[in-house]
């Protein structure tokens, strides 16, 4: 059973900065990438970052240059810094994880974290 476990939200002024980790615990046969989403009250879960097993990164328009995903694969950890935040920053944000695992065949698998609250104030 895999599960992912997020830390590092809570609230911070306009400009400021958080840095979120999520740890990854469990069995499989390989990540194949981690990426975190948010969900803005009132709003639809949106992805924010993603990071493959080759460590290339996507970013959403909205966040680019001021949010960094990195992870540590020794670790099974992924992490986002977030710099210059602001008050539309403001969601519970979630890790993904999507794993390789084997039981007669390979499958993948979809994981989420049970989210972390990041609150922007103007």
């Known amino acids: 059973q895999v599960q992912l476990v997020e830390s590092g939200g809570g609230l911070v002024q306009s400009g400021g900065s958080l840095r979120l980790s999520c740890a990854a615990s469990?069995?499989?046969?390989?990540?194949?990438?981690m990426g975190w989403y948010r969900q803005p009250p009132g709003k639809q879960r949106e992805l924010v970052a993603r990071i493959t097993s080759d460590s290339s990164t996507y970013y959403a328009d909205s966040v680019k240059g001021r949010l960094t995903i990195s992870r540590d694969n020794a670790k099974n950890m992924v992490y986002l810094q977030m710099n210059s935040l602001k008050p539309e920053d403001t969601a519970v944000y979630y890790c993904?994880?999507?794993?390789?695992?084997?039981?007669?065949?390979?499958?993948?698998?979809?994981?989420w974290g049970q989210g972390t609250q990041v609150t922007v104030s103007s």
């Open positions: 469990g069995s499989w046969v390989r990540i194949n990438a």
């Open positions: 993904n994880a999507e794993m390789i695992h084997y039981r007669d065949n390979l499958y993948t698998g979809d994981y």
